[in-house]
């Protein structure tokens, strides 16, 4: 199938187009590089062995999105574009909502005009809100952060779209805690800014870029009083989103909703000690308050994704560790460098 990849110079969406295309399908990427470098590019074509075309303009811009669409004969749309930062979403809520659910209207009205019937769509586990432990699907969705809420009204907007216009599916994937890298170490998580999650933070203080990790609070009811998140790595994740595109080609249902996830809890210590090893040196951190907003424990239930699309992790914290090491040390400056 032709495929956009909507935000596909991104984190998630660069490791799917590598995954996509080593399936079988023609990729077109749109992005307006607001969260992402360029360079990414060349390195994707030097991995797949293959030119792959790509659009810069911003998804909320209606003329621009269905120009492309006109322009291209297009099969279906994975659409991870879009902010994604929870506590930027709470200072600029305005730019949030504009944005994601913008440039979800546009895409959709594209598609509609095209006739073009399938879209994989990025959702989060963030819609479980503080409730994501062991959350299965059919869970009441609410959210805690304007962030947050951009994806609890995006999977609603296109459950509505799917009343309206009953020839089209969509797949709503609710991903826990993305981390890894391409196992080349060509491409990876690049941050803009200080990291907020922790898996790129540790990795900026193992190659000296910063002075040690923060851990935001060990008093939580977990294992180590640490928090507790279910980590995907980025390569199962993309793996999720082929098998979800292929599903959609099959299915005569019109949303399907998926939670991508490992089922499995690690703590912030747990995942510093596998870092480590990785590393093969210890990794200086400090125990400071709790964050706000944080909640103590998340990990998925993803056996509907494992029955339904015969999908399941494969990849372990050791091989997130190892991947996530060998991408920042050979990039220490991310793609900039
Ligand atoms: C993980 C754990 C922190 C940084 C976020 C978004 C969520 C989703 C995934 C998009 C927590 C602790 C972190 C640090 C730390 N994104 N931590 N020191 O908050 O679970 O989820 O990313 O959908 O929407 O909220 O991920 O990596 O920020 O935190 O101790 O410097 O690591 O307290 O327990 P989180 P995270």
Known sequence: MKILVSGGAGY?????VIQLIAAGHDVVIVDNFSNANPTV?????????????????????????????????????????????????????????????GSTFSLVRAMQ????????????????????????????????????????MQEQILRDVAVAAPQMRFALLRYFNPVGAHPSGTIGEDPSGIPNNLVPFIAQVAVGKRDRLLVFGDDYDTVDGTGVRDYIHVEDLAAGHIAALEALERSDVAVHTWNLGSGRGTSVLEMLRAFEKAVGRPIPYEIVPRRAGDIATSYADPSKANAELGWSTKKTIEDMCEDVWRWQSQNPQGFAG
């Open 113 to 152: 005009r095209y006739d073009v019937d399938k879209m994989v769509f990025s959702s989060s586990a963030t819609v479980y809100g503080e409730e994501q432990a062991g959350a299965t699907e059919d869970r009441r969705t609410y959210a805690t952060n304007p962030y947050g809420w951009t994806k609890v």
């Open 12 to 16: 998630i969406g660069s490791h799917t």
């Open 41 to 101: 590019l060349g390195r994707l074509e030097a991995l797949t062995g293959t030119s792959i075309a790509a659009h810069s303009f911003d998804l909320t811009d209606l003329d621009k999105t269905e120009h492309l669409f006109a322009t291209e004969d297009f099969d279906g749309v994975i659409h991870f574009a879009g902010h994604k930062a929870v506590g930027e979403s709470v200072e600029k809520p305005l730019d949030y909502y504009e944005n994601n659910l």
